[in-house]
């Protein structure tokens, strides 16, 4: 059986496959309720659930489920579990609810959840299943919270709702306005372009620091 290796999961989840800054995957909610951490936060917290469950129950089927009707399948679960989340935000976070609105029950399509049914949870068993929807989730959620706290300290300087800017701060409306947040998006999106760009040219000079020598020696024994 083979080794699962949570810390490179993580990291994959976070960094290098991140969904949101690496896969860009779902990023109409992203823009949209990223107004705010509160939002962030929620609209993560929700992703997360619907993603470890619908990736558990497609793991468990995924014997049994016709590769012809799949995708259908994929859905018809996913759309159980957004609706199970939904009505516990209501009863529990009304305001959360009004503030995500129809984002909610617009996770069934979201291109995260059907991604990793698709690619990870039809393929394999059920703990890397759970395990790769926490990652992934986790990923969504801290993407939306980088996103979502340079959005709302700039345009309302705000962080969960309390003033943490001077009395005479100027708060930049346009950074909770639409273009606000693909300005913000593209930012991240570039540094995490040019971090994982870094990363693999240390680790190609790395490779080819060690691969000199022994072409080195063979060079001289050649010669000799």
Request: hydrophobic share 55%; with cysteine; charged share 15%.
């Amino acid at each position: 059986m083979k080794k699962i290796n949570f810390k490179q999961m993580l990291l994959d989840g976070i960094l290098y496959k991140n969904p949101v800054l690496i896969q860009l995957l779902g990023l109409c909610s992203v823009l949209a309720v990223t107004t705010s951490i509160e939002n962030g936060l929620g609209m993560g917290a929700a992703v997360t659930a619907v993603l470890v469950c619908s990736n558990l129950l497609i793991s468990l089927l995924r014997k049994f489920i016709p590769k012809e009707v799949r995708i259908a399948a994929y859905i018809v679960i996913i759309s159980g579990f957004v609706t199970m989340v939904e009505l516990i935000i209501k009863a529990y976070l009304p305001a959360l609810d009004k503030s995500l609105g129809v984002f909610i029950p617009l996770i069934v399509v979201n291109c995260i959840i059907l991604a990793r049914a698709e690619a990870f949870a039809s393929k394999n068993k059920p703990i890397p299943a759970i395990l790769d929807g926490i990652v992934m989730g986790i990923g969504y959620t801290i993407a939306l919270i980088a996103i979502s706290f340079i959005r709302e300290l700039l345009g309302a300087g705000t962080l969960f709702g309390i003033q943490v800017m001077p009395d005479g701060f100027q708060p930049m409306l346009m950074a909770i306005l639409p273009p606000g947040g693909f300005i913000v998006l593209g930012c991240l999106i570039a540094l995490m372009q040019k971090f994982t760009l870094a990363k693999e040219e240390k680790a190609l000079k790395a490779k080819s620091a060690d691969t000199t020598p022994e072409i080195e020696i063979k060079a001289e024994e050649g010669n000799e």
